[in-house]
């Protein structure tokens, strides 16, 4: 089992910054992939990030340019810069992990709220 916690959300205007983290414990031996997910109301969870355990990255179209995904391993956290926030980037971002041992069940933080007023 891998729990994730998220931290760093909060308010703040259009093109501003936030830095989210996002702490793995437990079996963080099995984790391959880490992502960032979000969820903006009515709409679906879509895919922000992803790093993997070697440091490759994928980025959403929407966030290249602007986001950064970056991880350390000694501390088993993830993290994700986000500079020139947009209205509409406002979401309930989520941390998720992928587990080499159980693919297709990924494992999931509760999330963290990012509001971006314009």
């Known amino acids: 089992q891998v729990q994730l916690v998220e931290s760093g959300g909060g308010l703040v205007q259009a093109g501003g910054s936030l830095s989210l983290s996002c702490a793995a414990s437990?079996?963080?031996?099995?984790?391959?992939?880490n992502g960032w997910y979000r969820q903006a109301p009515g709409k679906q969870r879509e895919l922000v990030a992803r790093?993997?355990?070697?440091?490759?990255?994928n980025y959403a179209d929407s966030v290249k340019g602007r986001f950064t995904i970056s991880r350390d391993n000694a501390k088993n956290t993830v993290y994700l810069q986000m500079n020139g926030l947009k209205s509409e980037d406002t979401a309930v971002y989520y941390c998720?992990?992928?587990?080499?041992?159980?693919?297709?069940?990924?494992?999931w933080g509760r999330g963290t709220q990012v509001t971006v007023s314009a």
């Open positions: 998720n992990a992928e587990d080499g041992g159980r693919p297709g069940y990924p494992y």
């Open positions: 437990g079996s963080t031996f099995r984790i391959v992939w």
């Open positions: 790093i993997s355990r070697g440091g490759s990255t």
